[in-house]
């Protein structure tokens, strides 16, 4: 056991994986608290799969240690192993079988003792909300069916940690809403850390306590979703302008940061309502104008200068859509 | 005991399996059928060895065909498990690469094992009489026969990335191991090229134990054939293992 900090379910050190011409994961530190649900948002690529792959076990870290529920990934992979849960990516269950047998087998792998298979499948059942449809083979479940019974079998034998990757990449968005439900609920009732990895906004923002943001390996912010677009100021105004005046803006007491960017002007602000009028009035001619909170997105503009690109998860889909055509 | 557990789980999931594609069982009798009948059928009216026809000659080597083919492409079908994330879940389970291994291995044994019953059970159509004797050693042998192959299949399987490969080693595994064992032609009086290269061969004693013991007269005495089929299962088993515990997930 770690010992000096025994709320941190997780803690990460130095953590690296090169692959031969890249660095996925580039000296990442890291400390999760108990119960927490943790987001990785980054890109495709970023490096957020490989972490949560390091922390599972599954892969080895050129460099740096994990410790998850106090036991060394390295060192003590069993014990690793039972204290987590792990949905993947790609479809993991079994289509050829029931998702009552899915389960079933999943509670002998893991150690489920025998006296309480039967009681913990029907609970992880019902949480997810599938007991009727248990006797039939996967391969007649819909997509967010296949999700739900694959979060279920990560909870079968009471992990402590649930690592989520991409739980609700190719899903259309009402069975995403209801797959954050389960989440929620999960993190609520069962009382599991949650790390989950994505590159939608919306989820980050609704589901975390907590989010790193992670580009090329490394994590360039973390905290709350509300102090990440805090730090932004409390609302943006972004608008196209004929010849700008932005000095004019840039001295204005409330205003806390002015960018132009391809004939666009971004303003950050603390309090936009009240301010707008006289903003546009000093700012000039305007075209189109908008005023919003800032998000998610804009926090990661702001820190890399691109944007995480929602569609760009092609080759996450295919590979889902391969899966699920086996 | 949670090991054991594991392996049962393991052998458990690829028996299911096994019994729910049918048309996978169908075709692996069809093809040995198509074997015994229309080569079998074909060449043996021309041909046969004193009283033993040539359906009966052969239908040991295509019980070992059938066995070969079934198992080691059961274990190269681990590639494809590798490929989707559904072997992750395998893997990230707390049991040991070697328990892992050994319940792919049983499971494909017993898949092997279903298969090859069917056939034993359409023998008489062919010739081929049994004795509990001659059974007994011939199930035997074909247990030998899908261990062995069915832990190459995962050997090559496990350090395989794509199907890319898979034609070459129908190619110059399982075809060269299948024409080079005497399944089809009696031992003695070959070329001496062709008389190395079937003594090299461990399928040869494979099919010569099963051979001797349904129709008598094997070229080599059965502790010979047993030595040899042991020998072969260990040292694939051993390989298995080891590439498991290498295999990168």
Known sequence: MIGEDPLMIIKVEKLTKKYKDLTAVDHVDLTIEEGEIFGLLGPNGAGKTTLLNMLATLIPPTEGVAYVNGYDTIKDPANVRKSIGMVFQAPSSDDILTGYENLYLHSLMFGVPKEQRKKRIAEVLKLVELEDRANQRVKTYSGGMRRRLELARGLLHKPKILL??????????????????????????????????????????????????????????????????????????????????????????????????????????????????????????????????????????????????????????????????? | MSELVGLYALWYREFKVF??????????????????????????????????????????????????????????????????????EVLIAPLSRMTIFVGKMLGGCTDAMLQALILICLGPFFGITYTPYSLGVLVIFILFIAAGTTSLGLTIGSQLNSFEGFGLIQSFVILPLFFLSGALYPLNNLPDWLFIITRINPLTYIVDGMRGALLGNPTFPLYVDLGVAVVFVLVLIAAGSIAFKKMKS
Request: glycine letters at 8%; hydrophobic letters at 40%.
């Open chain 2, 19 to 88: 019994l729910r594609e049918k048309s996978r069982i169908l075709a692996s009798i069809v093809n040995p059928l198509i074997w015994l009948v229309a080569y079998g059928g074909g060449l043996g009216a021309a041909i046969s060895f004193g009283e033993v026809g040539y359906q009966a000659f052969i239908f040991p080597g295509v019980i070992m065909l059938t066995t070969l083919f079934t198992s080691i492409f059961f274990g190269l079908y681990i590639v494809l498990d590798k490929r989707l994330d559904f072997f992750k």
């Open chain 1, 164 to 326: 989520l990757d991409e739980p609700t990449l190719g899903l259309d968005p009402q069975t995403r809403g209801h797959i954050w439900e389960y989440i929620e609920k999960l993190a609520r009732e069962e009382r599991v850390t949650v790390i989950i990895t994505t590159h939608y906004m919306e989820e980050a923002e609704t589901l975390c306590d907590r989010v790193a943001i992670i580009d090329h390996g490394r994590i360039i912010a973390l905290d709350s979703p509300e102090n990440l677009k805090m730090k932004l100021g409390k609302s943006m105004i972004r608008a196209k302008i004929k010849d700008p005046k932005l000095d004019l803006i840039k001295g204005l007491n409330y205003v806390t940061k002015v960018e132009e960017k391809d004939g666009e002007v971004m303003i950050m602000l603390n309090d936009g309502g009240s301010h707008i009028q006289e903003i546009l009035c000093n700012l000039g001619e305007a075209s189109f104008v908008e005023l919003r909170e800032p998000t998610l997105n804009d926090v990661f503009l702001q820190l890399t200068g691109k944007e995480i690109r929602e569609e760009s998860a092609e080759g996450e889909i295919e590979r889902y859509a391969r899966a699920n055509g086996r």
